[in-house]
């Protein structure tokens, strides 16, 4: 097994050679595609998400982000944008547990637009939790910490064309050119950007993967807030214990209402064939936290979601705070 996990060093230097000699084919591959967008049609892109988390309780809880407009014409094609709204219920013991499909909510006419920084129209959209529930029949009593709305953005141009989420591609939709159409605020229990932050030590309570222990036993980590004001990260070394020599790795978890939920996904940074990787359990359940005590939480986590190295478990930690 030790021979397995040693093979991982050849293979990151390997791939770190094809993405040195690859990035600028790649880069020249989205320009393309980016400019192959604009000529043929249009697209929403997000300048500055503001908002995008629906606290429980708070009244001016709310979605918001500032969007420009690019087409063939510098923006002046597009006439219209149309603004839909749904609801994803994924919580069902609170609520109907039932999903409210989209329809048009508001048309946002271009002649609001403004100009931005590069002579493209700009326009701001906001929408309140009050505003969202009362339009999918919804009340505050009926959500609850990982529900969420859809917002999608459908441009209308002057030639009765349409464009949105559906006829985007990866490049458009991923951090470079970030324009996705459509966003999934999501409603949240508020955690104080003072709780669960700082140093807090690791000890296994469910071993992982060859009965190990994930970070170590022991072993101090710190925590910081993440992307948004409930997720949470910290780095440290994914099985220390057998000493490769593997550096430290992020591992981000949402505090989603008393739930602790990993993120899908999480590199570790090691492999036996094509990468272990850590997320969400898959039989037991998620671990648990106190919203009014943040001296120590468990995580229950997915260790090697794919069964790279034969088979994953699902482990857990405690975390104590120093």
């Known amino acids: 097994m030790m021979k397995k996990f040693a093979k991982y060093l050849l293979g990151t230097t390997l791939l770190g050679a094809l993405l040195v000699f690859s990035g600028c084919e790649d880069g020249d591959k989205v320009f393309d595609e980016i400019q192959a967008n604009v000529q043929r049609g249009a697209v929403l892109r997000t300048i500055n998400l503001i908002s995008n988390e ?12 500032e969007l420009e407009v690019q087409d063939q014409e510098n923006g002046n094609l597009v006439q219209t944008v149309e603004v839909y709204v749904g609801f994803r219920d994924n919580t069902e013991e609170v609520g109907p547990g039932t999903n409210v499909e989209e329809s048009l909510f508001d048309t946002v006419d271009s002649s609001t637009f403004t100009i931005g920084e590069f002579g493209l129209p700009r326009f701001s959209y906001a929408i309140t939790l009050a505003e969202m529930l009362s339009f999918v029949g919804r009340s505050e009593s009926d959500i609850t910490g990982g529900d969420q709305f859809e917002i999608r953005f459908e441009l209308v141009l002057t030639d009765g064309r349409r464009f949105s989420f559906a006829d985007n591609s990866g490049t458009l939709t991923g951090s470079f050119f970030s324009s996705p159409f459509l966003y999934t605020p999501t409603v949240v229990c508020p955690i104080g950007e003072d709780q669960f932050v700082g140093d807090y030590v690791v000890n296994q309570v469910v071993p992982g993967i060859f009965a190990s222990n994930t970070w170590g036993d022991g072993t101090t980590v710190t925590l910081m807030i993440g992307e948004t004001s409930t997720q949470r990260v910290f780095e440290a070394v994914y099985l220390p214990d057998f000493g490769i020599g593997n550096g430290p790795r992020a591992f981000a978890f949402d505090l989603v209402c008393g739930s602790v939920n990993p993120l899908p996904g999480q590199a570790s940074g090691l492999q036996c064939s094509a990468g272990i990787t850590l997320g969400p359990p898959v039989e037991a359940a998620p671990g648990t ?5 943040d001296s120590v939480f468990n995580i229950v986590l997915r260790d090697d979601e794919s069964d790279d190295c034969g088979g994953g478990v699902d482990a857990e930690v405690r975390l104590t705070k120093l």
């Open 289 to 293: 936290y106190d919203p009014a005590d």
């Open 54 to 65: 629906l606290p429980i309780g708070q009244a001016d809880a709310g979605f918001e982000v």
